[in-house]
């Protein structure tokens, strides 16, 4: 697979085989400050976009070429086998129900994640998942444990409002969210202007993720704005979304900032 930054040219020419040990000393400085300036690069791949509002702060970029998220969205098909029975569904305000997309965790061996009164346990991660992780990590710095895969087969499949803000998710590390497929709309809403005890007038931040996108939600987004995924009744094509956590691995966790109401539906 190709990797999605194109490294520099080697600009060893034979000529350089033949040199004083003073201008070889120069040209490996050269060489040193050229692979730090790559690196760099490296690790930032595509312009960022700062999307940002009242307690809300991401970072917007893509990450992969068409044909590359074309190539992965491909073999995510083929590599994923999404949750089925209890784990494909949701509880909300106690009564059950099924999810409007299919689910699959994967991470590091052992590993469990709650929300939606529901523990699920990651499955290994597949060659592909590792792949997509990596770049996202060569991308931003940050390292991450864990992976929730959401598969929507069309615009009828949909997430419902809800926050990342359960206990056992870093605080410190942003959820790092990849799309691929059909490109779909995902609403921001802050906490104050939702249901019946609409405070104040804050608006909503939408934005489209695009087919091979990444989208950094950092602290302390998920705490004052739920997001979700709308139905989008015109779209026929699958969209599948990935979003790389960290989970803390000190069971003592913290305290969680406000109620999850159980509305990732
Ligand atoms: O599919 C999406 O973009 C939404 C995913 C999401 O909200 C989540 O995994 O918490």
């Known amino acids: 697979m190709e990797e999605f930054v194109v490294r520099g040219q080697n600009k060893r020419s034979p000529a350089n085989d033949a040199i004083s040990p ?13 692979e730090e300036e790559e690196e760099d690069e490296f690790s930032h791949p595509v312009p960022w976009q700062k999307i940002e509002a009242e307690g809300l702060d991401c970072d917007y970029a893509l990450l992969f070429s068409k044909e590359e998220a074309d190539h992965l969205l491909k073999q995510l098909e083929e590599e994923v086998v999404y949750s089925t029975g209890e784990e494909a569904k949701v509880q909300i305000f106690g009564k059950v129900y099924d999810i409007p997309r299919k689910q699959a965790t994967h991470g590091d061996a052992g590993l469990t994640y709650t929300y939606s009164g529901v523990a699920r346990l990651a499955c290994p991660w597949t060659p592909t998942l590792e792949y997509i992780r990596d770049a996202v990590t060569k991308a931003t710095g940050q390292t991450f444990n864990f992976v929730l895969v959401n598969r929507y087969k069309d615009g009828r499949d949909h997430m419902g409002e809800h926050r990342d803000d359960e206990k056992e998710l870093d605080p410190l590390c942003p959820i790092a969210s990849v799309s691929l497929g059909a490109p779909r709309d995902f609403v921001f809403r802050h906490r104050d202007t939702r249901g019946k005890r609409t405070r104040r007038q804050i608006e909503p931040v939408k934005l489209e993720l695009a087919h091979g996108s990444l989208l950094l939600m950092n602290s302390p987004t998920n705490t004052f ?6 139905v989008r009744k015109k779209i026929s094509l699958p969209r599948v979304n990935l979003t790389f956590r960290r989970i803390l691995l000190d069971q003592k966790k913290r305290p969680s900032v406000d109620s999850q109401q159980g509305t990732s539906d």
Not at 22 to 34: G, P, S
Not at 225 to 230: E, I, N, Q
């Open 22 to 34: 003073r201008k070889k000393i120069k040209l490996e400085r050269m060489k040193q400050e050229e």
């Open 225 to 230: 704005w739920y997001h979700g995924l709308p």
